[in-house]
């Protein structure tokens, strides 16, 4: 190799060397921009206390540790707060989409990909003190009763699995959230609205009811765990983001800290 030659192959090697190093400083010391965080869509229904709309946002008890999972796995939300029908219907229909909080059940177990609870629910039938109705000892005795229950809730599917009717004059009655359901009982359309005591307070207020004017009629049989879900069609690299960020944030204790105690249930 000539003298000539050699020295142009050695700046050449020395040129890359020299760009390779001012790019590895320029990574390191976070000179790069950012790219922008992917964004996903992200369902849920009116359920006060635990989504609700507040100051022009998606707010309350589970969207709260939602957005930090989101976060910590590097996504943006696109937050959408639908009746869950039409949440459940964008979910089918979006691969990608997530939607909470949804209840774990058997019959949904194979429906979708569950990325993480968010908390615990139980629930009760409850009426008016008002209204005198004929004793409760089982979930039977229910069945000629007028029942608001929104469409598609594990609450409304629990009931209908187990013999109840959907009818406008004794059965179940749908709505399209809680909401509805506690007004219709509040004018005397519907006879039992099944919901959590922590929500009853907030919805109340909603509806403008004295919560001292109604009472637990009977303990719904059906205790649930709250959970961010998935569309079954979600790419894998989504779904094992999601899920370490959960898992991250549930070892160090950040989501048992941001949830409150009336949704976190007992330590998981």
């Known amino acids: 190799m000539s003298a000539l030659r050699y020295r142009r192959c050695l700046r050449l090697i020395v040129g890359a060397l020299a760009r ?13 921009r950012a790219e922008p965080p992917e964004v996903l869509t992200v369902l849920t ?3 006060p206390p635990y989504t ?8 309350g008890y589970a969207t709260t540790p939602v957005k930090a999972i989101l976060e910590h796995a590097g996504y943006q939300a696109n937050l959408h707060l639908l009746s869950w029908n039409a949440a459940l ?14 209840a774990r059940t058997p019959e949904r177990e194979h429906q ?10 139980t629930y009760q039938f409850i009426k008016r003190r008002d209204k005198v109705l ?7 005795d229910l069945k000629h009763s007028r029942i608001a229950v929104v469409r598609g809730d594990v609450r409304a599917d629990y009931l209908l699995a187990h013999g109840f009717e959907v009818s406008n004059d004794y059965g179940l009655k749908y709505v399209s959230d809680n909401g509805e359901a506690l007004q219709l009982l509040k004018v005397g359309r519907t006879d039992f609205v099944v919901l ?3 929500s009853l307070t907030t919805l109340c207020g909603k509806v403008q009811m004295d919560c001292a004017q109604l009472e637990v009629a009977y303990p ?5 765990g709250l959970y961010l879900v998935a569309n079954l069609d979600t790419p894998r690299r989504e779904v094992d983001r999601l899920t370490a960020s959960y898992q991250a944030l549930l070892k160090d204790g950040t989501l048992k800290r941001i949830t409150p105690s009336a949704l976190w249930g007992p330590d998981k």
Do not use: Q
Not at 52 to 59: A, D
Not at 112 to 121: F, N, P, Q, S
């Open 52 to 59: 609700n709309y507040t100051n022009g946002e998606v707010g």
């Open 134 to 140: 004929a004793p409760i000892t089982k979930l039977n």
């Open 112 to 121: 979708y990909i569950w990325i993480g609870r968010l908390g615990v629910l």
């Open 196 to 198: 959590s005591m922590t």
């Open 20 to 32: 390779a190093i001012l790019v590895l400083i320029v990574v390191e010391s976070g000179w790069v």
């Open 89 to 102: 219907d964008i979910l089918k229909r979006e691969p990608g989409a997530l939607i909470y909080p949804m």
């Open 220 to 224: 719904f049989e059906l205790k649930t």
């Open 45 to 47: 229904e009116y359920s």
